[in-house]
C-alpha cells in the first residue's frame, strides 16, 4: 500500500524550513512508494555536552520521519497524524558525519499508523532503531 498525496521532496524539505527540523539540519532524502529517507548531521546542533550524537536528536529525526510519512497516508483537508508515543533504542554511538532515518510503515489503521524508523551511520550500521505510533484525528478548523 503506497501514500496516498503525491509530493516532491523540494516540498516536503521546503515546508520544514524555519522549525525544528531545519534547526537540526534534517534534509529529506529520497521518498518511495511506501518509505521516507531523511539524513541529519551529526555536530555542535544535535551533539549531547560529551561530544556523542544526543539521543533526543535521534529521536527528533526519527518522529520527523515517521511523521511526515504518516502525513502522506492521509487525507490533509481532513485528517492529520499526531505523534502518540515513541521509543528508541540508542545501539551504537556517532561522534561526527552524517546518520541517514528511513522510515517504513509497519500499519495503516483508520485510526492509528506505526512506524519502524532506522538510523544508520555513514557506514550502515544502526545508531537507532525507533518505532512511532501515530494518533489518526479529524482536522480541526482554524480559528
Not at 532524502?29 to 555536530?43: A, F, I, K, Q, S
Not at 560529551?50 to 492521509?74: D, F, P, R, W
Request: glycine content about 12%; overall charge negative; aromatic content about 4%.
Amino acid at each position: 500500500m503506497g501514500f496516498k498525496q503525491h509530493t516532491s521532496l523540494a516540498a516536503l524539505n521546503a515546508n520544514a524550513a524555519g522549525c525544528m527540523v531545519d534547526h537540526l539540519g534534517i534534509v529529506f532524502t529520497e521518498l518511495g512508494d511506501d518509505y521516507l529517507c531523511g539524513t541529519m548531521p551529526v555536530d555542535r546542533r544535535t551533539h549531547q555536552p560529551y561530544g556523542l550524537l544526543h539521543g533526543g536528536a535521534s529521536v527528533a529525526l526519527a518522529e520527523t520521519l515517521g511523521s511526515t510519512g504518516g502525513y502522506l497516508y492521509l487525507d490533509p483537508a481532513t485528517e492529520m497524524a499526531v505523534g502518540l508515543e515513541i521509543s528508541a533504542n540508542h545501539i551504537r554511538g556517532v561522534t561526527q558525519g552524517t546518520v541517514t532515518g528511513t522510515a517504513r510503515a509497519l500499519h495503516v489503521g483508520r485510526s492509528t499508523q506505526v512506524w519502524e524508523i532506522r538510523i544508520e551511520n555513514e557506514e550502515g550500521q544502526l545508531v537507532c532503531i525507533s518505532r512511532l505510533t501515530l494518533a489518526i484525528v479529524p482536522r480541526r478548523a482554524k480559528a
